[in-house]
C-alpha cells in the first residue's frame, strides 16, 4: 500500500472513547499491535476557540435541532490531514454514496489514509462538504444519532481485507458478496445436535466432492436469502443445472 507503517485511519468524533475501545478489540486491535494499520482519532470539541468549546448552533432559517458548526471541524480535518499524508475525507452520511463490498476492496487497495467525519445532531454546516470534504458515504438507508458506528464499520471491513490482517485462519477472497454469492452452510462438532446431523460429504474427505456441495449451498442460500444477488451475476452452466436438480427435487 506504499505506507511505511500500515494504512492510517483517523475518526473526527465527539465520542473518542467510542472509537478506541473499537480500535482496541479483536482482530482490528491485533492488526494495529502489528502496525498493520494505524488507528486514530480527533476530538472535534478540542479545536474549539470559544470558552463554552461549543461544536453546535441554531440552525439558520429556524426548524428543530441544531447544526455543527463550521470552524471546528476545518480545523480538526486540517489536523488530521497533518498527520499522514495521502489522506481521503470521508464524510458519514444518510446522504451518502452507498457503501459496500466492492468499495471496500477499493480503499484496501488504493492504500491512502482514510479521515472519517463523524457528525451528530442534524448534521454538518455545508461549507464543511463543499470545502474540506472528499466523498460523503452512508452505510445503509437509515439515520443514525451519529456517523462513529458507520466509521467502524467502514473501517472493520477495509482492514480484514489487508493483507496479514486475517491470518491463516480465514481469508477474504472467499467471502460472501465476493462473486456476489453468499457463503456456504458451515458445520462443526459435535456430528449430532439436537438430532440433526452434519451432510456426510462434509466427513468424507474427497475435496472434490466437498467443494461441488459448498458451491452446491453457496447457490442455494443466494437464491433463497438474495436472490436480488443475481442480478449482479449471471449463471453459470454449472449453478443452472445445479438449480434445475434442486428445483426438481423440490416439486418431487
Ligand atoms: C448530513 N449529515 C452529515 C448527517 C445528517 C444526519 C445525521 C448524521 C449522522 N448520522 C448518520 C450518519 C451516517 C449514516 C449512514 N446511514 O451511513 C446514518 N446516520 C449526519
New binding site residues.
Given amino acids: 500500500t506504499g505506507i511505511p507503517n500500515g494504512m492510517g485511519f483517523t475518526v473526527l468524533t465527539l465520542f473518542p472513547e467510542l472509537i478506541t475501545s473499537f480500535f482496541n478489540h479483536g482482530i482490528i486491535g491485533r492488526a494495529m499491535e502489528k502496525k498493520l494499520i494505524v488507528g486514530d482519532t480527533i476530538n472535534i470539541r478540542d479545536f474549539t476557540l470559544d470558552r463554552h468549546k461549543s461544536v453546535d448552533d441554531k440552525p439558520y432559517g429556524g426548524g428543530c435541532g441544531m447544526v455543527m458548526t463550521p470552524e471546528p471541524l476545518f480545523r480538526a480535518i486540517d489536523e488530521a490531514r497533518s498527520r499522514r499524508g495521502n489522506a481521503r475525507v470521508l464524510?458519514?452520511?444518510?446522504?451518502?454514496k452507498p457503501?459496500d463490498q466492492s468499495r471496500a476492496r477499493e480503499f484496501a487497495a488504493a492504500g491512502e489514509n482514510l479521515i472519517f467525519?463523524?457528525?451528530?445532531?442534524?448534521?454538518?454546516d455545508e461549507r464543511v462538504?463543499h470545502g474540506e470534504v472528499d466523498e460523503?458515504?452512508?452505510?445503509?438507508?437509515?439515520?443514525?444519532?451519529?456517523?462513529e458506528?458507520?466509521a467502524m464499520v467502514i473501517v472493520d471491513a477495509v482492514t480484514r481485507l489487508l493483507p496479514g490482517v486475517l491470518g491463516g485462519e480465514s481469508s477474504a477472497e472467499l467471502d460472501s458478496f465476493e462473486n456476489h454469492r453468499l457463503e456456504h452452510a458451515h458445520y462443526t462438532r459435535p456430528f449430532e445436535f439436537e438430532g440433526m446431523t452434519v451432510p456426510e460429504v462434509l466427513l468424507s474427505g474427497n475435496h472434490g466432492e466437498i467443494e461441488k456441495w459448498r458451491r452446491s449451498s453457496s447457490l442455494k442460500r443466494t437464491f433463497i436469502k438474495r436472490p436480488d444477488l443475481f442480478h449482479k451475476e449471471t449463471l453459470s452452466a454449472e449453478e443452472k443445472a445445479c438449480l434445475k436438480i434442486w428445483c426438481r427435487e423440490l416439486e418431487a
Fill in positions: 464524510l458519514m452520511s444518510p446522504q451518502g457503501f467525519v463523524c457528525g451528530r445532531y442534524e448534521g454538518i462538504y460523503e458515504i452512508s452505510i445503509g438507508d437509515y439515520v443514525m444519532t451519529g456517523g458506528l458507520a
